[in-house]
């Protein structure tokens, strides 16, 4: 079993321009998570997808902000118009079907914005 | 809303030693799950250990244990023998029973041992 990957594992952006993150959780599972981490915080939640349906949003996810699963496998996530308050760490997690299973998190990509 | 607190920044022990990491919690729900996540540096977070709200007992992962008071909404983390690898951030986290799935993090603890 292979776990959470994402790519890239660090992006450095100037300010205004649009990135993308991808995600690929471990396969068959469902369910998959988007936190973001600041430097010397607690990871906060940002979105939520059960197989391609998004059912959760944070209010953290503002406009700018995208999250797609096609087809239930891997997911994107994508910030548009980059803000400095933008940078941090942007984790992808996923959980098998029963709900109570655990979440492995992937190794997270670093986002810089100039 | 849920919420978790770690209130201590940073801890220190001794190799070997013993260490305890505390974490409160505040939910209105009587269904729901704790967890302890180890973030080592530049690497990615991992699961120690997790307690499901309705089992009475105590967790227990090898040298990791956990003392989950439900009435004080108290999840603290126990590391007997500590070795150099457990340095880390430690993060609880509190999962609803109910809605969605998501995890609320408290703000972590960074454990340091000392050889």
């Known amino acids: 079993d292979t776990g959470v990957s994402q790519d890239p594992r660090h992006k450095i952006t100037k300010r205004g321009q649009n990135v993308t993150f991808r995600c690929d959780p471990i396969?068959?599972?469902?369910?998959l998570y988007w936190y973001r981490q600041t430097l010397g915080q607690g990871p906060e939640f940002l979105t939520y997808?059960?197989?391609?349906?998004?059912?959760?949003k944070s209010r953290l996810l503002s406009d700018r902000f995208s999250a797609e699963r096609p087809k239930g496998s891997f997911s994107t996530l994508e910030i548009q118009r980059t803000e400095q308050g933008d940078s941090a760490m942007y984790l992808c997690?996923?959980?098998?079907?029963?709900?109570?299973?655990?979440?492995?998190f992937g190794p997270g990509t670093r986002l810089l914005v100039l | 809303a849920q919420t978790v607190t770690q209130s201590q920044p940073e801890m220190s022990v001794q190799e070997a030693e013993t260490v305890t990491l505390s974490c409160t919690y505040d939910?209105?729900?009587?269904?729901?799950?704790l967890f302890w996540y180890k973030q080592p540096p530049s690497r990615q977070m991992i699961l120690v250990i997790r307690?499901?709200?309705?089992?009475?007992q105590n967790a227990t992962e090898n040298r990791f244990s956990v003392n989950f008071q439900k009435a004080a909404k108290s999840f603290s983390l126990k590391i007997s023998d500590s070795q150099l690898g457990d340095a880390a951030m430690y993060f609880c986290?509190?999962?609803?029973?109910?809605?969605?799935?998501?995890?609320?993090f408290g703000q972590g603890t960074e454990l340091s041992v000392k050889p």
């Open positions: 307690q499901e709200a309705y089992k009475q």
């Open positions: 396969s068959e599972h469902n369910r």
């Open positions: 986290a509190y999962r609803s029973a109910l809605q969605g799935g998501k995890l609320i």
């Open positions: 997808f059960q197989n391609e349906a998004q059912l959760e």
């Open positions: 939910t209105s729900e009587s269904d729901y799950y």
């Open positions: 997690a996923s959980s098998g079907k029963r709900f109570q299973e655990t979440q492995y």
